[in-house]
């Protein structure tokens, strides 16, 4: 093995069979010229394994099935996992981390659709079900309507916290320190003017999604009306055979033959 430093000298690596001490140099008192001819640089052979094989065994099935649906994005199912603790969410993308980066992408679509199968994997590796398309979608309250639902909740805790304060009950620190940050004029308006005005606020939120859900639920019969008059009026007839109108249509047909069977049986002159 020769490496060549310079065009007048050449530091010889010599074999272990030869006479010369190795490590040894050896001048040259001829320049030694090399050219494409005489010098084929050294060629090394790709190692037959792939990214693949690197992988685990487990993890072997595992890339199989993204890059499956990969091929067929119609196979892929995914669900929000909001309500799954994030501790397992992090392990489960953290084991798939070598997996995910064993797959090429070449473009953003296709980085996209592996994202989308790594949730479909995560979903069912925490043994999450798909999303039935088939089943009636339930109701997603928009956020503003979470976000007002989640303050009337906050500030009937405070009438509640603030009633106790006004009988003299002592609260404890971290609650008083809530308290005390949401309403910074309690000392000066004092504990029963800031209840008033947290029964006004609820007053006013509790309205505003009253008449959110009176719109929706006139908008949705609207709809059915103009779609399906059947289902319009079965859905009316649902609505009107409750328990207690049951029971009040019930007193009214007996209050009714009552008053005609007294006008027949019970005899009476007129002049």
Same mark, same amino acid.
Request: net charge positive; charged share 25%; aromatic share 6%.
């Given at each position: 093995?020769?490496?060549?430093?310079?065009?007048?000298?050449?530091?010889?690596?010599?074999?272990?069979?030869?006479?010369?001490?190795?490590?040894?140099?050896?001048?040259?008192?001829?320049?030694?010229?090399?050219?494409?001819?005489?010098?084929?640089?050294?060629?090394?052979?790709?190692?037959?394994?792939?990214?693949?094989?690197?992988?685990?065994?487990?993890?072997?099935?595992?890339?199989?099935?993204?890059?499956?649906?990969?091929?067929?994005?119609?196979?892929?199912?995914?669900?929000?996992?909001?309500?799954?603790?994030?501790?397992?969410?992090?392990?489960?993308?953290?084991?798939?981390?070598?997996?995910?980066?064993?797959?090429?992408?070449?473009?953003?679509?296709?980085?996209?659709?592996?994202?989308?199968?790594?949730?479909?994997?995560?979903?069912?590796? +925490?043994?999450?079900?798909?999303? &039935?398309?088939?089943?009636?979608? #339930? *109701?997603?309250?928009?956020? %503003?309507?979470?976000?007002? !639902?989640?303050?009337?909740?906050?500030?009937?805790?405070?009438?509640?916290?603030?009633?106790?304060?006004?009988?003299?009950?002592?609260?404890?620190?971290?609650?008083?320190?809530?308290?005390?940050?949401?309403?910074?004029?309690?000392?000066?308006?004092?504990?029963?003017?800031?209840?008033?005005?947290?029964?006004?606020?609820?007053?006013?939120?509790?309205?505003?999604?009253?008449?959110?859900?009176?719109?929706?639920?006139?908008?949705?019969?609207?709809?059915?009306?103009?779609?399906?008059?059947?289902?319009?009026?079965?859905?009316?007839?649902?609505?009107?055979?409750?328990?207690?109108? +049951?029971?009040?249509?019930?007193? &009214?047909?007996?209050?009714?033959? #009552? *008053?005609?069977?007294?006008? %027949?049986?019970?005899?009476? !002159?007129?002049?």
């Amino acid at each position: 093995l020769t490496h060549v430093l310079s065009n007048d000298s050449i530091v010889s690596l010599t074999p272990p069979n030869s006479s010369t001490p190795a490590g040894s140099m050896i001048p040259v008192s001829q320049p030694v010229s090399i050219n494409s001819s005489n010098f084929d640089p050294p060629t090394y052979a790709p190692s037959a394994s792939s990214e693949s094989d690197l992988l685990p065994d487990p993890f072997t099935d595992t890339r199989a099935l993204l890059l499956s649906l990969i091929q067929a994005p119609s196979l892929i199912s995914v669900k929000n996992l909001r309500h799954v603790q994030w501790q397992k969410l992090r392990d489960e993308i953290r084991e798939l981390t070598p997996v995910i980066d064993s797959i090429p992408t070449a473009n953003l679509t296709e980085t996209n659709t592996l994202l989308l199968a790594v949730a479909h994997v995560v979903r069912q590796r +925490l043994g999450e079900k798909p999303i &039935d398309p088939n089943a009636n979608k #339930e *109701f997603q309250k928009p956020f %503003w309507m979470r976000r007002i !639902e989640e303050k009337i909740a906050e500030h009937r805790k405070d009438i509640s916290h603030l009633s106790e304060l006004k009988k003299g009950t002592k609260l404890k620190a971290k609650i008083m320190a809530g308290i005390e940050r949401r309403y910074p004029l309690l000392k000066k308006k004092g504990i029963p003017t800031i209840i008033e005005e947290i029964k006004q606020g609820l007053t006013a939120k509790a309205a505003k999604i009253r008449k959110f859900k009176k719109m929706r639920q006139q908008y949705l019969d609207n709809n059915i009306f103009n779609t399906n008059l059947h289902a319009f009026y079965r859905r009316l007839d649902r609505k009107f055979n409750t328990s207690d109108s +049951l029971a009040s249509s019930a007193a &009214d047909r007996k209050e009714i033959s #009552e *008053f005609w069977f007294n006008i %027949w049986s019970e005899e009476k !002159e007129n002049n």
